[in-house]
């Protein structure tokens, strides 16, 4: 694609490269590493939601192409490819997408949207990752409470913590 930007004192012309989704098969997508593109890859299918929506062997056979796309993540998860974190976004981004644009469609959205929402169901790696952030709510608390410039109240609620956290958090602080 061209981009032609006209000013008064000329023309310039810039080469933009293009990505077309629909141009990339699941294959191509992980083979090349274009994870990003997964949540977008449903477009692809847009004009067949009719026949989908309507037709309970063409929905099953789009819900088995989103399972197939849940397995490979898996298994780039389990290889070290990619994170927990990063899997998560890809899945809640396609969840995302399908919800808007299958609106209209119950029986796609339901299909697909709710296969895409059951893979969110919270793992150990969303633990994990829960857990840092308590413990840098903590650490923080704990700094607060060294500087001693706010009361309890006011850095429980400024890090969203309940006051009993950070009164224990207080307490353990002057043993």
């Known amino acids: 694609m061209k981009y ?6 000329g023309t310039v012309k810039y080469d933009i490269p293009l990505m077309k989704v629909q141009n990339y098969t699941l ?3 992980f083979e090349k590493r274009l994870l990003l593109l997964i949540p977008f890859y449903i477009f692809s299918h847009e004009k067949n939601f009719p026949e989908y929506n309507s037709n309970e062997q063409k929905l099953v056979k789009l819900k088995s192409e989103y399972r197939y796309i849940l397995e490979r993540l898996d298994e780039l998860e389990q290889q070290g490819v990619i994170g927990a974190f990063d899997k998560r976004t890809i899945i809640e981004l396609s969840s995302d997408v399908i919800k808007e644009i299958a609106q209209k469609y119950g029986n796609v959205q339901k299909g697909v949207g709710d296969m895409m929402s059951g ?3 919270e793992t150990e790696a969303r633990k994990i990752l829960n857990q840092g952030i308590s413990e840098t ?3 923080a608390a704990l700094n607060m409470l060294k500087r001693g410039k706010l ?3 006011e850095i429980a609620e400024d ?3 309940s006051v009993a956290e950070v009164e224990q958090l207080a307490r353990l602080q002057s043993v």
């Open 4 to 9: 032609v930007i006209v000013t008064p004192g």
């Open 27 to 29: 294959d191509d997508i």
């Open 119 to 121: 893979a969110l169901i």
């Open 137 to 139: 709510k903590r650490n």
């Open 151 to 153: 009361t309890v109240q």
């Open 159 to 161: 890090l969203g913590l």
